[in-house]
T-cell receptor
Framework: LAKTTQPISMDSYEGQEVNITCSHNNIATNDYITWYQQFPSQGPRFIIQGYKTKVTNEVASLFIPADRKSSTLSLPRVSLSDTAVYYCLVGGDSGGYQKVTFGTGTKLQVIP | NAGVTQTPKFQVLKTGQSMTLQCAQDMNHEYMSWYRQDPGMGLRLIHYSVGAGITDQGEVPNGYNVSRSTTEDFPLRLLSAAPSQTSVYFC??????????????FGPGTRLTVL
């Protein structure tokens, strides 16, 4: 399974765009990149997933460069309610279901 | 749909006691898993299952047993509780198929304290 590296924590002011980068140097050809969000005292929630280039949904954008060795989760104009831990996962189902493991994530603190 | 439900929400055990954490889902998902989350830490995979009768170990399986007799239920058994098992336990489920990890749906968690 590809190992991921994320910053442990980040601070941002309300209204700013936040970019969280995840490094995954040994990503495999079949691997996808998936991000989850976890609020305190709750289970994680799926945010976005991509394979290459750019993916956008109503919550976030995911940017993946051509070499796919890193990815960036972009949250536009964050609010206090975006304070959470964000996890980057790399992997996929290649013929048999793989273990889905989480790292330690990035704790985002949004400041008023 | 109730999604993923877990019982109990809170539990206090004494060292050496055993108990079962219950997890059920009503989405007909093949994949179910158990994670533990220690304070300030990420989630660590304990056991997972890809269907009834099929289970496998995750990153931290010692001290825990699982079984999957139905698609809906995936109980986690603590054989002899230890203080090191004090944690929040999350159950999750997802469908299987496709090339990517399918979206996992998480339960509300069980907060376990072992004295």
């Amino acid at each position: 399974l590809a190992k991921t590296t994320q910053p442990i924590s980040m601070d941002s002011y309300e209204g700013q765009e936040v970019n969280i980068t995840c490094s995954h140097n040994n990503i495999a050809t079949n691997d996808y990149i998936t991000w989850y969000q976890q609020f305190p005292s709750q289970g994680p929630r799926f945010i976005i997933q991509g394979y290459k280039t750019k993916v956008t949904n109503e919550v976030a954008s995911l940017f993946i460069p051509a070499d796919r060795k890193s990815s960036t989760l972009s949250l536009p104009r964050v609010s206090l309610s975006d304070t959470a831990v964000y996890y980057c996962l790399v992997g996929g189902d290649s013929g048999g279901y793989q273990k889905v493991t989480f790292g330690t994530g990035t704790k985002l603190q949004v400041i008023p | 749909n109730a999604g993923v439900t877990q019982t109990p929400k809170f539990q206090v055990l004494k060292t050496g006691q055993s108990m079962t954490l219950q997890c059920a889902q009503d989405m007909n998902h093949e994949y179910m898993s158990w994670y533990r989350q220690d304070p300030g830490m990420g989630l660590r995979l304990i056991h997972y299952s890809v269907g009834a009768g099929i289970t496998d170990q995750g990153e931290v399986p010692n001290g825990y047993n699982v079984s999957r007799s139905t698609t809906e239920d995936f109980p986690l058994r603590l054989l002899s509780a230890a203080p090191s098992q004090t944690s929040v336990y999350f159950c999750a489920s997802s469908s299987i198929g496709g090339r990517a990890y399918n979206e996992q749906f998480f339960g509300p968690g069980t907060r376990l304290t072992v004295l």
